[in-house]
């Protein structure tokens, strides 16, 4: 089994001093209380329009964030392109309600796909369905409600939004991935998605879906459509990941009173999500598949499955992509063995991404074991350093 213990590859454009503020930084949310205070004074902060940036920007911005713009991340870019490491520039505006936002924030993904057109560390673009469309016109079509003349003109928009960036990726050579979201508007974005899919993955993947695979109902999705691709020769193109909203998932099943879709523990995340992982590796022809995730086990066991199915390491159809400022040691190690690795690397201006970087102190603070685990490598990589 591949193991990720290398510190000196995992650090290895890293200087001393980069390496002892991640230190520092890891030191500080690992701590829930701190955590949770300082995400309460910085909503506070915000709300009053104090000014942040001073002290977000050379800090947790720094850490997690490519830079405010897709200019301000050109060196993150070739930082990571300098050690075969590729970039999904993901513009993380969070929170935005009107339909010029969501007009922005297609404009912005657009420029994403012109910078991966001529970049060549940047294999796709990425954008998240509530960047293009107001969550709550999603729960209510999800929900059977029926809609005001103003959100069916609403929905119409969201749904040439959505064919404007995949048209747009399709034309530039650029394949988009689509993230995914909670649960009860999810359905919603899967219809939106599987269109683009059926419309644009004739010839090649180029609109990746995303499966949260601690849904109990997704590896039985994930088959039918590969039978289904097969049936009407298309790609099937899947970006996975474990899911991120797991807690409000669960309470609000429980408040409204219907069946949890979240697995009841851990160990069957785990299996359906390493069960996917073999599922489209094992159906390259058709199934191009992005493996998202900092767990140790399932990498090692996708780049375990390549190798015994003599798939090459840097198989078109297999990549690898972990979060920026988190888990080097798994991107670094993998690409250092020829995989195809991407790091989403978000951008924004920092007030608008600190929903992000909130949703990152917290996953750090509450993801057991992955704080000690980044603590427990830089402190490795420290010590390797003075000796
Ligand atoms: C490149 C990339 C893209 C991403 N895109 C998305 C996206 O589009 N949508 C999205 O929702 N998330 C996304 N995420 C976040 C992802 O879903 C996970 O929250 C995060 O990566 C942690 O999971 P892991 O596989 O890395 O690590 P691990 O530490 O192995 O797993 C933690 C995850 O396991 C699951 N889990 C933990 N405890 C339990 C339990 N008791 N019962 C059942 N399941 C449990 C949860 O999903 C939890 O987040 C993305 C992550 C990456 C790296």
């Keep these: 089994m591949m193991n990720f213990d290398n510190t000196e590859i995992a650090f290895h454009d890293?200087?001393?001093?980069?390496?002892?503020?991640?230190?520092?930084?890891?030191?500080?949310?690992?701590?829930?209380?701190?955590?949770?205070?300082?995400?309460?004074?910085?909503?506070?902060?915000?709300?009053?329009?104090?000014?942040?940036?001073?002290?977000?920007?050379?800090?947790?911005?720094?850490?997690?964030?490519?830079?405010?713009?897709?200019?301000?991340?050109?060196?993150?870019?070739?930082?990571?392109?300098?050690?075969?490491?590729?970039?999904?520039?993901?513009?993380?505006?969070?929170?935005?309600?009107?339909?010029?936002?969501?007009?922005?924030?297609?404009?912005?993904?657009?420029?994403?796909?012109?910078?991966?057109?001529?970049?060549k560390h940047i294999p796709y673009a990425v954008f998240k369905p509530t960047g293009m469309a107001k969550f709550d016109l999603l729960a209510k079509i999800q929900a059977g409600k029926p809609l005001s003349e103003e959100e069916k003109d609403s929905y119409e928009r969201v749904k040439e939004r959505f064919d404007r960036v995949c048209s747009y990726g399709v034309s530039k050579g650029v394949p988009v991935m689509i993230d995914s979201e909670e649960s009860w508007i999810q359905d919603v974005a899967d219809q939106l998605t599987e269109d683009m899919m059926f419309r644009y993955n004739g010839k090649a993947p180029m609109i990746f879906n995303t499966l949260q695979m601690y849904r109990h109902d997704r590896l039985s999705y994930l088959e039918e459509f590969i039978?289904?691709?097969?049936?009407?020769?298309?790609?099937?193109?899947?970006k996975l990941v474990r899911g991120a909203y797991m807690e409000k998932e669960r309470e609000r099943a429980l408040k409204m009173g219907y069946p949890s879709p979240i697995y009841p523990d851990k160990d069957a995340t785990d299996k359906a999500f390493d069960d996917a992982t073999e599922l489209c590796i094992r159906n390259l022809d058709i199934a191009s598949v992005c493996v998202g995730t900092h767990n140790e086990k399932s990498c090692a066991g996708a780049a375990e499955l390549m190798k015994e199915l003599s798939i090459p390491a840097g198989h078109d159809h297999v990549s690898f992509a972990q979060l920026l400022g988190?888990?080097?040691?798994?991107?670094?190690?993998?690409?250092?063995?020829?995989?195809q690795v991407c790091k989403y690397v978000p951008y924004g201006p920092v007030k608008t991404v600190v929903p992000y970087l909130i949703r990152r102190a917290e996953?750090?603070?509450?993801?057991?074991?992955?704080?000690?685990?980044?603590?427990?490598?830089l402190k490795k990589e420290i010590r390797r350093r003075r000796s």
């Design 326 to 339: 988190m888990s080097d040691h798994i991107s670094y190690n993998l690409a250092e063995k020829g995989y």
């Design 227 to 238: 039978s289904k691709a097969r049936e009407k020769g298309i790609y099937a193109a899947f």
């Design 14 to 119: 890293k200087n001393n001093r980069k390496l002892r503020k991640a230190y520092w930084l890891f030191r500080l949310v690992g701590s829930p209380g701190l955590v949770k205070t300082g995400s309460m004074l910085l909503k506070f902060a915000l709300w009053l329009h104090l000014p942040v940036k001073w002290a977000l920007k050379p800090t947790v911005f720094s850490h997690f964030c490519g830079g405010e713009t897709i200019e301000e991340c050109e060196p993150v870019i070739k930082q990571l392109g300098a050690s075969g490491i590729s970039t999904i520039l993901d513009y993380s505006a969070e929170g935005k309600e009107t339909e010029q936002d969501f007009d922005y924030t297609r404009d912005q993904i657009m420029a994403t796909i012109d910078k991966a057109a001529v970049e």
């Design 363 to 377: 996953e750090n603070t509450s993801v057991a074991g992955q704080t000690s685990r980044e603590l427990f490598l």
